[in-house]
Structure formats: C-alpha cells, structure tokens
C-alpha cells in the first residue's frame, strides 16, 4: 500500500512511518518540521537526541533496507502543492497526523491559540478538498483525541465510539437518530480536533470521502520495535511543561530525583495508550476502512483508563520520588469518572499493552541514559488556561517546597 504520513516527524508519526515501512508499505512524510521549530521557540529539546529527519531516513534505510520518501511542505498553507503531490504520489491511503498537538501549547498565549487553529483546521481541510478535487481515492486515516468528548461531565456512562442515538421527541412520537457524540473541548487544540469532526462528517456525506477518525487517549512509552534498530531511530521525549504526556514526566522525573508534579489533587482520569499499541492501531485502521458513502467511522484508540494521582503513587512506590502537588493550570473538574468504549478495536484485533512494570522500565532506562539533557526550568507547566490563573513563578516556588509537604490523605 503506498501511504503518505502527514507529520510523519512527530512523536506519534515517526514511530508509525517506521512501522508502516518495515511492513511493507511503501511511506512517503510530508512535513513542514514545525514541531522542530516549536522547540527552538520554546527554548527546550527532546531529552531524546532527534537528528535531522534526513539522517533518520538515512539511518532506517541502513538498518532496514528500505526507502522513506520525505517532502518538506506546509499542508495549511501550500495548498496547490498538496494537490500536486496527491496527483503525482496517487496514494492508497493518507495518515494524517500534521497537527499541533498539545492542549498546553494551544493555551500558552494569544499566538498559540491562532496558530494551532490556522495549523491544525486549516491542514484538515486543505486535504479534504485536495482528495475531493483531485479525484485521489485515498481512505484517510486522522489521528484524533479523547479530549473532544471533554472529561466529567457524562458522569459513570460509557464513551461510546463517536456516535449517539438520542430519541427526539415529536407530535407523533419519539424519533431515533444517530448523532455524533456531543463535543465538549477542553482547549483550543481539543476544539480544533472538534471542528474536524465536521469537516469530516461533511466531506464523507457530500463527496463520499472515506475517513477514520481515531480518538486517541494519552500516549505513554517512548520506542517500538523499529526505532530501537539505531539510537539515530529514536523517538522523540518530550517532558517539559507543553509537551510532555503525564506518564513520561513522572517517569523522566523520577529518574532525575525530581517531585512528580501532580496538578490539582490528581483525581483526574485519562484515557492511556502505550506507542505500540498506536502505531498497530493505524494499521488495523488502514487495512479496516470505511466504504464511499459511508459515515466516518471513528474508534477509542486507547487500552485503559487511570487518575493521575495512582500513577504517581505507582511511580512513587517504585521508585521512592517525592509527589508534589501544584496548582492546576487547566479550568477542570477536580476529578471525573471516564469509562470508554473500545470494542471495535478489539473486535479487529488489537492485543492492549497495559502498565506493567517492565514497561516502564523501559522508559525509565531512556529516561536515565539521557537525564543529562533535562533542562529542570523546563519542567513545570508554565501554560494556564485563564488569565489570573497562578504564574509560573508561583509553581515553581511550589515545587521548591513539595518535598516537606504532605499530600492530601496523610501520605506523602
């Protein structure tokens, strides 16, 4: 299958370009290395080396003996250059995940906030009319997010998969449809994964566009099986305050002898999923695409649910790491139940990796290794998500003064 990776530089992109690729897919990046440029603004690295995606290629063409094309393009602003490549490339499939992804990063300031909207709606929408103008037959495959079903507010009631039959009442009595699951983002970058939604609801409707919409939980882990071939293959660590998914940063925090940074009282649930489960979760949506004509179907890409407080004490207990509590940065709920849905995954075959101890030795170990590129004045959340909120002075003063502190509970 001849597959071209949208943001196939990225954490989640690289890993799966790699995967798709040593499967046999013939892969293809377009990618305008914008999340390189995101470090430099925000003056951080990931703890991981990243060289230059040329020498990745280079090297996973030493180790595996295959070839990854590579396009340096702006999919939001390079319209007619997109429609080109799809007419040249005529790929069966299209993975996109060119988008910026963290819900911090969209609330760091006014510019954030218009970049991840002009990014983020603008790409999704430049490929949907490309595909429909061009005539390219290719199923695409969005990597979405839990967040677009928000956290809390539906209770102890399952996430179905995307889609809600509600009964409508009328004159001659309750009508049945099927709506898509009601959104309630809870940040800018959840909004923009919203507002794909419509897009792809429309554009599957109206010009039959085949579309999986994958709503993504949390991603723990660091490598897989391809980028572990050559320490050029690595994949990206992110552990500052924008980028970095909970699980890594108490981990990448435990290995350095730092406070595990638990914002609020913890009692928030997350939906979790290790990197190897994401990358062979694309490959059973591309092989498992919907029909022209048909609604997007959408799936749970996740394996399980947790509160950030028990994974802290998990790390806690393993590693003996201080928690600290600081203020929440995020306007949520101080804590939320979160069942979900995954059935149609399972049903296709995916085989969860849950949290074992081994695995997270794993990140551990990368974590150690590399602990010596940690810049710790990037480790706190500096984003917050209304003006007035607490500074970054404020919770780094915290941080200082977590270990002599007591978590709530008696236990520290």
Not at 50 to 61: E, Y
Request: aromatic share 6%.
């Amino acid at each position: 299958m001849r597959v071209l990776v949208l943001g196939g530089d990225g954490f989640c992109g690289w890993p799966t370009s790699l995967y798709l690729s040593d499967r046999g897919h013939d892969i293809t990046i377009l990618d305008n290395l914008s999340r390189r440029k995101i470090d430099i603004d925000l003056e951080v690295d990931s703890l991981t080396p990243i060289v230059p995606l040329g020498d990745r290629i280079k090297a996973w063409r030493a180790v595996s003996g295959r070839d990854i094309g590579f396009v340096h393009v702006d999919l939001a602003t390079e319209y007619d250059r997109l429609a080109a490549l799809l007419t040249e490339l005529q790929p069966d499939a299209v993975v996109h995940f060119a988008e910026q992804r963290a819900a911090p990063y969209s609330m760091r300031s006014q510019q954030t906030k218009r970049y991840t909207v002009d990014n983020n709606v603008r790409a999704t929408h430049n490929l949907l009319t490309a595909l429909t103008d061009t005539g390219v037959q290719a199923a695409v495959v969005h990597l979405g997010t839990m967040g677009v079903y928000g956290y809390g507010w539906s209770g102890s009631a399952p996430i179905p998969e995307g889609y809600l039959t509600v009964k409508v009442p009328t004159p001659d009595g309750d009508l049945e449809r099927e709506i898509l699951h009601p959104a309630n983002p809870g940040s800018v970058y959840h909004m923009t994964k919203t507002l794909d939604q419509l897009l792809f609801a429309f554009y599957a409707k109206n010009d039959g566009l085949r579309i999986t919409d994958l709503h993504q939980g949390i991603v723990w882990g660091t490598q897989t099986n391809q980028t572990i071939g050559d320490e050029r293959l690595i994949n990206r660590f992110d552990y500052d305050g924008d980028y970095g998914t909970v699980l890594n940063r108490f981990l990448m925090q435990a290995a350095i002898g730092h406070p595990l940074t638990v914002h609020g009282t913890g009692g928030q649930t997350r939906a979790f999923i290790h990197i190897k489960d994401t990358v062979r979760c694309i490959e059973i949506a591309l092989s498992n695409p919907p029909q022209a004509g048909e609604k997007p179907l959408v799936l749970n890409q996740m394996t399980e649910t947790h509160r950030v407080l028990d994974l802290a004490k998990l790390i806690s207990d393993i590693t003996g790491a201080d928690i600290a509590y600081l203020p929440n940065p995020r306007r949520e709920a101080e804590e939320n139940e979160l069942i979900v849905r995954n059935d149609q995954f399972l049903a296709l075959g995916l085989e969860p990796t849950t949290l074992s101890e081994g695995l997270l030795s794993e990140v551990t170990d990368i974590a150690d290794r590399y602990r010596h590129r940690a810049d710790l004045r990037k480790i706190i959340a500096r984003s917050v998500w209304k003006a007035g909120m607490e500074t970054s002075d404020d919770l780094m003063t915290e941080v200082a003064d977590a270990p002599a502190r007591s978590a709530p509970g008696g236990e520290a």
